[in-house]
């Protein structure tokens, strides 16, 4: 942990005097830690997790050793087509959540602001600015977002664009999901990869495209009889190793390293013994390095989180002989797109088929997403009798988090929820 805080201390001592040198201490941390979790695994771990763990650090590693076929993006980009390019994907959300892995997102997020980036935009899209605009970034060969689930991107992505001259393409996804809004997104679908082929100089391949999709479908296959067992199995790992699971079905879906990672973990979580304590459902992003909340959550065989939200937000098959209109309908019919209720109908399924005894859902500084339709979650889990707990803080920035206000208010939820135990013996 100190070694960590003195690494993040030299990327921000270099931060301003040598933003190349701050690169290369981020990408190089990154890199290590990889080597590391396969070298020396954490023998807390599952070997699963231990796996996931390896393969985020690798993919990102990847990305920032190949910056002449890296491209940002945001989590609910089509990855699909990018792998056809053999494009190496940096997504905003998982750059800044590194920052805050290596204690070193105050500076940037400063940076930010002191640029006049409003305090009240999510750190995650702060953080990410931050890092473009003191020149730690090197530019990608293009930039890609999808205007669903998050306000925060487009106005990311035109900031960067007109700052820094980075081209984006916005995939603009209807409220509605209906036939001409799966239309109108595919017509988006086919402009992506134009341009792609121009700036890549390569064909699109659409073999390879339906072989990712195969590839997609079988990995969700076995990530749904995955948690499918975890629900009532203690399989050890951290919050850190459920962000990480949303990684890698978002990023890196339909590579053969997930598709093989999930196959891995449905069969290994079997070796594993029934769970003990309480099992908690997630709701939106996770504050992975909340001192209270890690030292519940991480290898604790009494308390479990079951699965989240966003890991779980669509889980159709996708039609290989249509393509583009699979990958349009996947971003259309998300249950992060269209309204709030959506998501609540969505989650009430999940909590009836996984029975937590306790939803978590995380309101992160800045989102509107996960601060506006808390009500009506909290009002459709009451219906449904399950306890929730609404707990506001930040995912990223360790100083919009008091640690003292989230631990009464946690504590005291797990004992409403141990309580509740006591009076159905
Ligand atoms: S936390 Fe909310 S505002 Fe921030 S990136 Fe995610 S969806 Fe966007």
Redesign the pocket.
Known sequence: MDIIKTYGNYIKKNMNDNPNRSWDLIRAGIAANGIKSNIVPTKKYSKGNRKLDHLIMKMNTDAFYNLDKYIWC??FAPVEIFQCFDLKVLS??TF?GFLAGLHCEDMFIDYAQSEGISPT?????KGFIGAVDSGIIPPPIYSVTTSF?????LNTFRYLAQKKGIDYQLLDIPYESDDEAIRYVVKQLEKLIKELEIRCNKKMDWDLLKEILKRENESKKYLKEFVDVQKDTYYPGTMTTHLFLSIADHLYIGSEEVRDLFLFMKEDIKKYPKLKGKKIFWT??IPFYQETLKSYFNFNENLHIVATDITLDYMEELDIDKPLEALARKMVKNI?NGPYENKVNYIENLVKELNPDAVINFC?W?????NGGSILLKESMSKLNVPILILDGD?MDRRNSHDGQIKTRFEAFLELINKEDEKSC
């Open positions: 945001n989590i905003i959300e800044a935009l999510c750190s995650y899209h689930a998050c306000d925060g991107n939106h992003v992060f992160h800045g989102c509107k997403q996960a995912a």
